[in-house]
């Protein structure tokens, strides 16, 4: 049987152990461990991660090590409530807390998530991203996420036109 | 602005990369961006028979170079990166043809600020940043990533969103995305189907006829706007047949609209108004008009305005041809309110139920279809109250063989529709509104 603890080697040259079950919970390793079954255990590269950002991952993991597998759920159609949107609310008291931090740091997680294929903290990432950007008008998208405005007005005038924009729209 | 060459920080495989392409100093210092180094330059650490990662089309290890290339490909077509014979790769694409508001994008246009010119970003990257750069919203988050966070939007906030830059006006507009939310509301997405679904979602999200809760006997066009009664050639008496429509959302104002494109004549001819639930499909009567159906307010065909099965005391005005019949709900003050034409006909009703569905019903080969209007008519553009009584025979039975079952005349749509389009219908209705009642059998 492999040992109880996994070595990672991050970007930025550190080597971090972690815990098998946490471990397993990131699909990417976890077909890596699958494929090096039998071989010498060295530590896994994970060059798309820094250990900071790992280290956030493996405390989500830890708060959610108990958590059930995600089931693919066939969507059915449901008679009365089919017209609802996907719930962007974010349910759990501790995740609320552990998505409340930087932008670059959220996004790194993100793109680490996605990376690592872990997808509950893939999903979270996302909801809260999402939940950043309802409600805010293009304007205060673009100042609370730095990007640059290259629509002229002509463009975002025929783009309410075509979106039927809400009256509250700005 | 953020071009940034960083021929001099990486290893030579990068070159390719970094030359010509954009890396903004924010990416660069990203440890996703940090790979690039490693993911060029030396052997793949893991085996090619990983996952890929959930949304991505590649493989997560797969060079950044040929990620960051897929990406911006699919972003400003093929233009300026890679071969345009190389096929696509599998998965979210933006097709070319959906953004049409926008001119053409090329490398030197409006998006040709961050790319190429590299004297202005050394000086910037030399610079102290005292605040951190604009940065071309792509580098914040890779295509599928940020199709995945679109998914959870709303349409008001897609619609924001979509105004940020072009960028995202792109993938807003992602034809995929689309089609997933499609099915996601309504549990099928016919693959098959070459269609805009951003068109066909936008529209249906107004509301539209149901296919599901609709009965036999009655057919929904393609586009689930229009609705007909399709036993006209059966000899034998049928009965009335209700179709519901998909509501809109049930938080605040909703407004539906139909016009009555064919009208036979029948004691109440045609039936619109709001159930709770779906209604018995094939019934004796129209919904609404027994008392067995709890949850109802409608507005029949021959004026009457029925609440729980009830009539109201003051009367509307009946149905004709090319009318078009309103119903306004406010789930925030509980209240409804019909129109015909524009104008509110009997009173602000109060006291309604959440989670209300349009209905019609329908006999006799009339057909409905809704109007998506381009203004809510106010409560204020009342018109004059018609006191009549309610005729005692009036006749709702499933027989049509009482009933003359007879398809207006073209003068007869004509002078009806003339009085649907005048200022004043409140002043010809009442007197056709006799005629049609008397001329009965």
Not at chain 1, 71 to 100: G, P
Not at chain 2, 62 to 79: C, D, I, N, W
Not at chain 2, 150 to 162: E, G
Request: glycine content about 6%; proline content about 6%.
């Amino acid at each position: 049987m492999a040992s109880e603890s996994i070595s990672v080697t991050t970007s930025d040259d550190q080597t971090i152990q972690l815990s098998r079950k946490h471990a397993q919970m990131s699909q990417t390793i976890n077909s890596m461990l699958e494929d090096s079954v039998g071989a010498d255990q060295e530590a896994i590269p994970l060059p798309n991660v820094s250990s900071e950002v790992l280290k956030k991952v493996i405390d989500w993991c830890t708060h959610h090590e108990n958590d059930p597998a995600p089931v693919e759920k066939v969507k059915k159609l449901n008679k009365k409530r089919e017209y609802k949107a996907k719930n962007s609310t974010i349910s759990d008291e501790w995740d609320k807390n552990f998505v409340n931090a930087e932008l670059r740091v959220i996004v790194d997680i993100l793109l680490a998530a996605n990376y690592l294929d872990v997808k509950g903290l893939f999903e979270l990432m996302c909801k809260h991203i999402a939940n950043e950007l309802k409600g805010k008008t293009p304007d205060q998208i673009r100042e609370r996420f730095g990007i640059q405005d290259d629509l002229t007005e002509e463009d975002k005038a025929a783009m309410r036109k075509a979106w039927g924009a809400t009256k509250n729209d700005s | 602005m953020v071009q940034s060459p960083t021929v001099g920080s990486c290893a030579v495989g990068c070159v390719g990369l970094c030359g010509n392409r954009r890396v903004s100093p924010r990416l660069r210092e990203t440890p996703a961006a940090s790979l690039t180094g490693m993911a060029l330059c030396g052997p793949l650490p893991c085996s090619p028979s990983i996952r890929g990662p959930v949304l991505g089309s590649l493989s997560p290890l797969a060079p950044l170079k040929e990620y960051r290339q897929s990406v911006t490909k699919r972003m400003f077509g093929t233009g300026n990166v890679g071969s345009p014979s190389q096929p696509r790769k599998a998965g979210k694409s933006v097709p070319k043809n959906v953004v049409t508001l926008l001119p053409r994008v090329d490398s030197t246009d409006s998006i040709g600020s961050h790319s190429g010119d590299e004297r202005l970003s050394e000086e910037e990257t030399s610079d102290e940043e005292p605040r951190e750069p604009l940065v071309p919203a792509d580098d914040l988050l890779p295509l599928e990533l940020m199709l995945h966070v679109f998914s959870y939007l709303d349409l008001d906030s897609l619609s924001r969103a979509s105004r940020v830059c072009s960028n995202w006006n792109r993938i807003s507009n992602d034809n995929e995305m689309w089609r997933d939310r499609w099915a996601l509301r309504y549990g099928e997405s016919d693959k098959r189907y070459d269609v805009g679904w951003k068109r066909l979602y936008r529209r249906s999200t107004l509301w539209s006829w149901s296919s599901v809760h609709c009965p036999p006997e009655m057919e929904v066009d393609n586009d689930r706007r229009t609705v007909r009664d399709a036993c006209v050639q059966q000899s034998k008496p049928k009965a009335w047949t209700t179709c519901i429509g998909y509501p809109t959302d049930s938080s605040g104002k909703c407004y539906y609209e139909i016009k009555i494109d064919r009208l036979a004549t029948n004691s109440i001819n045609i039936v619109f108004g709001a159930v709770r639930e779906p209604p018995i499909l094939k019934s004796n009567s129209p919904f609404g008009i027994s008392t067995r159906d709890k949850s109802s307010w409608c507005y029949c065909g021959d004026g009457v305005i029925m609440i729980r099965g009830l009539p109201e005391t003051t009367r509307a005005q009946p149905f004709e041809v090319n009318d078009r019949i309103g119903m306004k709900i406010n789930y925030r003050t509980k209240s409804i309110t019909f129109f015909r034409n524009g104008l509110m006909q009997g009173r602000r009703l109060t006291g309604i139920t959440p989670d209300l569905y349009p209905a019609v019903s329908l006999i006799d080969g009339n057909q409905v279809s809704i109007v998506y209007p381009i203004a809510i008519p106010s409560n204020k553009t009342k018109t004059k109250a018609i006191q009549i009584q309610l005729p005692k025979d009036r006749d709702f039975s499933l027989s049509r063989q009482g009933s003359q079952n007879r398809v207006m005349s073209d003068e007869e749509v004509n002078t009806a529709s003339n009085n649907s389009a005048g200022s004043s219908p409140s002043s010809s209705s009442p007197m056709q509104f006799w005629r049609h009642l008397t001329a009965g059998p």
